[in-house]
């Protein structure tokens, strides 16, 4: 044995359990550094929101403490990731370096090039499908290019075989840390308040604390819970803004505080074959659908993915308009109740995204990417592939999106989805009152005006 310690990288997979980087390293069977590095500095790395961070915060504490159980002291870290875990082997000795995928452009140039310099170190460097139940280059259509639309994608990933079942959590005994006991003698580490992660002055995090608890034990509990009440009513019932029947386990697949492969056998082993089970897990295929998109056309969140839709011709921005959609104060209930629960809560019901953003779009004229942008700033769940595909799937430029002509009416969303009123009268209560403002747009002639212009995109193609 060479004792030379293995160094497991975690970034969007903050768990213990089915994670088959940390999996590697125990069947190694060396001494483990756990280490998680904040990376804002690396180039193309997108800056986390300020929800986000909040997030961050809280679920590497709790990985902390579970790794803490193992013995493993949990090692932060700040600056150019490639840097970072370079200086790690170089302090520690290192003989292997595990993590689990990531898919993104400027990530997977980090990872590349960091895996190549390594391995031509001599270590061991291993990486692993952790995040994805298929790979982005395994599921191709019949004349190999990637899918473009999600029925046929979704098809194929069926065909394909079965995700792999989840990995055990490892046991205490199964792994040492560097530095003894709880590897208090490891390697330094940043201390987690000292990164600013949370915010002070204002602390307007305080409706996010009270909705939300971080970390992987909770996120397993939720999982349960859901299939237990919720997964029954899912198919007919996930629409509904007055109704809570999804599963809000975004921020945790986001964070990778659960996996999807657990999701999907823990779903498949509760109600394989219902019609419950077939559309939820149909749901976590819109996630694979976009980080496969992702995949191949990196710069999601700022280019169109149909080209013809640069030609769109936004208007000048009038930043009161941007401002009352941000803080809730449109006039219109359905979009208000909507921007205040994202406000309030770091997460808006799946059909309240896609009125608020067409509203943004279509109504107000404002480019999906400002709204993109506020939505990566306030979402617990901001991420770097489902937050822009959904706002390219409403702005009508992405993979398999929403026609543009097909422009919601606001308020006959709210009459389906919200029939008794239950949504708007807990975000607006001062709705029907003279506290409450006029609509600042017209639904029609704004509707025309966005037809219109979309006329251009046409004249493009
Ligand atoms: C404009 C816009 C922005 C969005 N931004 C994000 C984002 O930043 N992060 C995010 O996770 N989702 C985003 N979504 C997708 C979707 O709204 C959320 O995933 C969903 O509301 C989360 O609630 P849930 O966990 O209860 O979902 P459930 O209905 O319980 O679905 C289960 C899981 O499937 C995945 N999923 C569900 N719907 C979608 C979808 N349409 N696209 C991709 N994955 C999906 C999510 O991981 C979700 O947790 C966005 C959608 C739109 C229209």
Redesign the pocket.
């Known amino acids: 044995m060479s004792a030379a310690p293995s160094i497991v990288w975690f970034r969007d997979d903050l768990r213990v359990a089915d994670h088959p980087a940390l999996h590697a390293a125990v069947e190694r069977g060396e001494p483990v550094v756990a280490v998680y590095v904040l990376d804002e500095e690396s180039s193309g790395i997108r800056p986390l929101g300020g929800a986000a961070r909040w997030w961050l915060h809280h679920s590497l504490a709790s990985l902390a403490d579970d790794l803490r159980e193992l013995d493993v002291k949990l090692v932060l870290r700040r600056g150019p990731a490639g840097r970072v875990i370079r200086s790690l082997v170089d302090e520690t000795g290192a003989g292997a370096a595990f993590w689990n995928r990531r898919y993104g452009g400027a990530e997977r140039e980090i990872d590349t090039d960091l895996k190549s310099s390594l391995a031509e170190a001599g270590l061991e460097v291993r990486s692993f499908a952790g995040s994805l139940l298929f790979e982005p280059w395994t599921i191709r259509t019949g004349s190999d290019t990637p899918f473009s639309v999600f029925t046929p994608f979704w098809k194929a990933c069926l065909a394909a075989d079965e995700p792999r079942h989840p990995l055990p959590a490892p046991s205490p005994g199964d792994l040492t840390g560097v530095g003894g006991a709880h590897g208090r003698g490891g390697p330094a580490s940043d201390d987690l308040d000292e990164w600013a992660l949370l915010p002070t002055k204002p602390d307007w995090a305080g409706g996010i604390r009270d909705t939300w608890e971080p970390g992987e034990a909770a996120a397993h509990a939720r999982l349960q819970e859901f299939l237990d009440d919720d997964l029954g009513d899912y198919a007919k019932g996930?629409d509904r803004l007055d109704r809570q029947v999804?599963?809000?386990?975004?921020p945790r697949?986001?964070w990778g505080e659960l996996s999807p492969h657990q999701v999907w056998h823990a779903t498949r082993e509760r109600a394989a074959g219902t019609e419950g089970a077939r559309k939820?897990l149909s749901?976590?295929g819109?996630?694979e659908f976009?980080w496969h998109i992702l995949f191949h056309f990196p710069d999601l969140a700022t280019k169109s993915w149909r080209s013809e839709f640069d030609a769109f011709p936004w208007p000048r921005l009038k930043p009161s308009a941007l401002t009352a959609w941000e803080r809730g104060r449109t006039g219109v209930p359905v979009v208000d109740a909507a921007m205040r629960e994202l406000w309030h809560t770091g997460?808006?019901?799946?059909r309240a995204?896609?009125i608020s953003?067409s509203f943004l779009i279509k109504n107000l004229l404002i480019d999906w990417r400002r709204g993109e942008e506020w939505?990566w700033d306030t979402?617990v769940?901001?991420?770097h592939a489902?937050?822009p595909?959904?706002?390219q799937?409403?702005a009508g430029s992405g993979a398999d999106a929403a026609p543009y002509f097909r422009i919601f009416n606001p308020e006959l969303q709210r009459e389906k989805f919200d029939p008794d009123g239950a949504y708007v009268g807990r975000w607006v209560p001062e709705y029907g009152t003279d506290d409450y403002p006029e609509p600042i747009v017209d639904l029609k002639a704004t509707r025309d005006a966005a037809l219109a212009a979309y006329e251009q995109v046409k004249a493009a193609r």
């Open positions: 996930r999804t599963s809000r386990l975004s697949l986001r939820f749901e976590v819109w996630r976009a997460v808006m019901h799946n995204r896609m953003a939505f979402l769940d901001a991420d489902n937050n595909f959904g706002w799937w409403v």
